[in-house]
């Protein structure tokens, strides 16, 4: 029991300290996850980021020199979401396997009118660029998840939030992104804020939608095999 606890200290020190390092590219965090990995540490630095819902299932853990193949693959994803899509907020994050992924968030300001979920023409001319970024990265898994903030009921936002996010697969798909590409597409309604919902400000930030980028199964195969380009 006490080498248990000890072996689970260590890992809250390292989540500690890749939450503390935000400085950090992708092919840095990559090594450091990988090298200490497994599905618990990725676990928990998963929680840590918010984002435990993606990622590939592999169920073994990924080694250093995997991750480090994987966060440079990612660190070029970011840098071509983030020049593709201006209208949105291109972050780093990592997966429920503990590995490198990216997050874009939409402001559903620039997608959609209030209330409803038919893209407008700003959002669809964002979504034609991005999908290039996706076409370019077949090996990438994607999900999206709609929120909205907590004004109405459930019955209201989680079949919009819901809606909106499907609007943006669809729209995707027929830029030519493949349907299969989408792991996960669902919504969140309002259970998930990022701000206040007690400002018009914060439910504004609250509306939105959030597409991760992660390694696909395959990636990860490479990634294990040293192939990875």
């Known amino acids: 029991m006490k080498a248990r606890k000890m ?10 300290m890749f939450c503390a390092c935000s ?11 990988g090298a200490g990995s497994g599905a618990v ?11 435990t819902a993606v990622g590939a299932v592999i ?14 693959k990612m660190d070029k994803a970011k840098a071509a979401a983030a020049a593709a899509v201006q209208d949105a907020t291109v ?3 990592t997966d429920n396997n503990g590995l490198s992924a990216v997050k874009v968030t939409l402001d559903s300001g ?35 998840y709609g929120h909205t903030d907590n004004t109405g009921t459930d019955a209201i936002n989680v079949p919009l939030s819901l809606a909106r ?32 919902n007690d400002t018009k400000e914060g439910r504004a930030q609250n509306r939105r939608v959030e597409i991760f980028m992660y390694a696909s199964a395959d990636m990860i195969k490479a990634a294990e095999a040293g192939t990875l380009k």
């Open 7 to 16: 072996i689970i200290f260590a890992m809250c020190g390292i989540v500690m």
């Open 23 to 33: 400085s950090m590219n992708n092919t840095t965090k990559g090594g450091l996850i």
């Open 41 to 51: 540490l990725g676990g928990l630095i998963g929680k840590v980021a918010g984002n």
């Open 59 to 72: 169920g073994t853990a990924v080694g250093a020199g995997a991750g480090v193949l994987i966060g440079k």
């Open 91 to 93: 972050e780093e994050v």
């Open 110 to 144: 620039i997608l959609f009118q209030t209330n409803k979920s038919d893209l407008n023409t700003q959002a669809k001319n964002a979504l034609v660029k991005f999908s290039g970024v996706l076409k370019q990265y077949p090996d990438i898994d994607v999900a999206i």
């Open 165 to 196: 996010a499907k609007s943006v697969s669809a729209y995707l798909e027929s830029c030519g992104v493949p349907s299969s590409k989408f792991k996960s597409v669902e919504g969140q309604g309002s259970a998930q804020p990022v701000a206040t």
